[in-house]
């Protein structure tokens, strides 16, 4: 067994396994100051491999077929159910990784290729413990992602000046010795696995191998959704999803979603979903392709939850970020198409994700306006699509106020907490509705009450930001805005 060790990445190598293994992250889960942090990292350490050399996967022709499909039927029940704003919560010990998570940058991640797990584990307290208060409170690790401002960004760098610092201390050159000693040339593992009948594919090459098989009348039901389960592990990687769209297969997908399995609908829209992620350029081709109408059609339609969860994902990736997707969403109905949904039977545990969208888009606008007013220079243009998505007044013609209030009567806090920030971003337009709305008056009464036993007994235990005094602060604020 080999192992070895790419900047902040441990990779656990056994040669002749047959599972696939490409860079441990993908990039577009992570926040882009810590991408920052972790570019800078990667260009300062003295055994840079090119980063293409990290691209490789490893297939083992006779054995993968049968691994994979075991591998897949154990893990595909947990695996499909990541949501869209899980974050992983990484510690001291080794914890399995599921797709989708988003992992604070620096933690140590691996992957197995016995498996095909991806395991992490926390590296070092201190530098994570600003991420770690984030995942705590459950803040989206992303959403600041439009708003750093240029402090963020020399506070960045500060951190990574003392990083560097460290790095240069006689420990770590030993360790970067060893690092270099474990780390043989890439060309040098190619002889090798030439010698273990082991094939090297490109990511590439291996996503045409996925859509062939995807796009195949021979393949099985089976054999396609295990493609497309495969493709979406890939096409997190930005340049992976733009690929896609060169040859193809991000059409083939696309038409994925009005195929008549239902199964099909859910997994190809768990590709799309990661495709379109931070991604504008296949987000743009996802527009051009239908997709967009596409993902309506399910959620308007009878369909088992669990595919309307991947599509309301996919379109969540598809609309952020991407104002001119947004106007097409509010002309096409989206907006009561949405409404239906959260008040079908059966479908209320969407209501939170729902809601959570909507506050999404309503605070991008927003920050894309205070962006414009601070720096001077956004593109007017970019302005000019928000400007054009009239959300707010839609949402109260549509009854969002009153949905949105009523979801406040939920148990969980974590819900409550999307639904108090939601409450808030509508503010704007919603203020005399919430204002006559007697039982939210009551709701929130009765959750100051419950908010404050929780933030004392927080005080008591020495927290002076914790979570429900968070919390409380929000109720409290909202109920002064009521007044
Ligand atoms: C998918 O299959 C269709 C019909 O078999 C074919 O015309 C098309 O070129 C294929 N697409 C890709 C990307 O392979
Ligand atoms: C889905 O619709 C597209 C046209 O929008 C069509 O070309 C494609 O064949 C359809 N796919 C399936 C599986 O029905």
Redesign the pocket.
Known sequence: MHIMQINEFAVLMEFGSPIMATQGLPPSRMAPLDMLLILLMASCFTFCLSHQNLEFALTNPEESSTKETERKETKAEEELDTEVLEVFHPTHEWQALRPGQAVPAGSHVRLHLQTGAREVKLQNEDKFQNNLKEVKKGKRLDIKSNTYTSQDLKSALAKFKEGAVMESSKEDKARQAEVKRLFRPIEELKKDFDELNVVIETDMQIMVRLINKFNSSTSSLEEKIAALFDLEYYVHQMDNAQDLLSFGGLQVVI??????EPL?KEYAAFVLGAAFSSNPKVQVEAIEG?ALQ?LLVILATEQPLTVKKKVLFALCSLLRHFPYAQQQFLKLGGLQVLRSLVQKKGMEVLAVRVVTLLYDLVTEKMFAEEEAVLTHDTSPEKLQQYRQVHLLPGLREQGWCEITANLLALPEHNAREKVLQTLDAFLVTCRDHYRQNSQLGRTLASLQAEYQALAALELQDGEDEGYFQELLGSINSLLQELR
């Not at 038409?255 to 008549?260: I, K, R, S």
């Open positions: 038409n994925g979603l009005n195929g008549t099909v239908g596409k």
